[in-house]
């Protein structure tokens, strides 16, 4: 019987817990403490913040690496550095978190959702392609659950129509793409070190890029345009924020840099034991690997078709297995005030509305139809790097039970 309705639990989480993350060990306190004892936080004129930098950029193969204080602020760098025009258009993914989206309004933009591919969980190129208009000026696309993007269609539309190319790899640190590292497709890649993430430092953001124009611009953009290069009194160019990492952020940083690889590999074979365990189950989907990709599983989003993915989630959590219906529920545009009812800057429904645009953002209702349908069967189960494979079995087994024993109309 399932424990939903009083059966024994699967696995009894409590006598027999699934292993939590460690991240941190004595190389973060060693680094964080030599940090402080430099008696300088500040990332100009620190030690750490430089070397953390440039080794982010070297094991992504890149030019140049802006640290920030997080994924939002990595994204909004790169966003900064393409300098939108107001009501310029970028071009996403209608499932994501919302720090894709802050960025493209701080900057005046608005923001466009494509619809979701359900065989890869990621935007659909051919959406995307769709949705270009002579005022789209960026795509960003998200390797969503550290998943890759279909990265062929996407950079080849890009560079087709001359339109920046920004990934998202809040979720999906050191993943590669037919052997190839993503964050290293776009113009630019940006990166979360929220603490769920592959790798943390409790919240801190990078952006990457190979282009010396761009890389020169997210530094300016992420430092208040403060041209440190400058001789003489202070000077600032065009607008900018205050982004900057502090040196505790990249002491860890610096450390985590070195396990971040382990936490990859780990997830990517777990989460592929996986799917083999589940892959034969009736009205169950696992999840989706984009063809040449190796996926590195920030969760584990499979699809439950023909069953409530709430009550699923819930049958799987009184089996003692962690696991939430969706992700977010709804599009990431039904999801926020801001998006939904245009609240963003007073009254003004700025930059939905505004001289700088003739386009009307109205009947949210309407788009992404398969975004809606594939949240709605999503199941995210929690995993980590950290599980053992006799953890793996047991969520499979609590799967298995669930989806031979609940009743396909509940
Ligand atoms: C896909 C995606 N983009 C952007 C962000 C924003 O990152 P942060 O929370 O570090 O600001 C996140 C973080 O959750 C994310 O998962």
Redesign the pocket.
Known sequence: MLALHGGTPYRDAVSRPFPARIPFDEEEIRLVTKALRSQNLFRWGGELTPLFESRFAETYGAKHATGS???????HVAVGAVNPEPGDEIITSAI?????IIPILYQNAVPVFADTDQDTLTVDPDDVERLITPRTRAIIA???FGNACRMEALTEIARRKGITLIE????AHLTRYRGQLLGTFGDMG?F???Q??HMTTG???MTITMDDALGRCMRMFADKQYDRDRAGSRMYGSLGMNCRITELHSAVGLAQLEKVGGVVESRNRLGGRLTEGIKHLGGIVPAPVTPGARHSY?TYPMRVTGFSNETFARALNAEGIGARAGYIGDPIFQCSAALAEHRTYGNSRFPFYSPYTDRNFERVDELCPRTRELLGQLVLISFNERYTEGDIDDVVGAVRKVAEGLDRTS
């Open positions: 204080t997080s994924g939002t602020a990595a994204l994501t978190d919302l720090g894709t998200i390797h969503l998202d790899c809040c979720q940006c979360s070190f929220q769920s993430k919240d801190g953001g920030w």
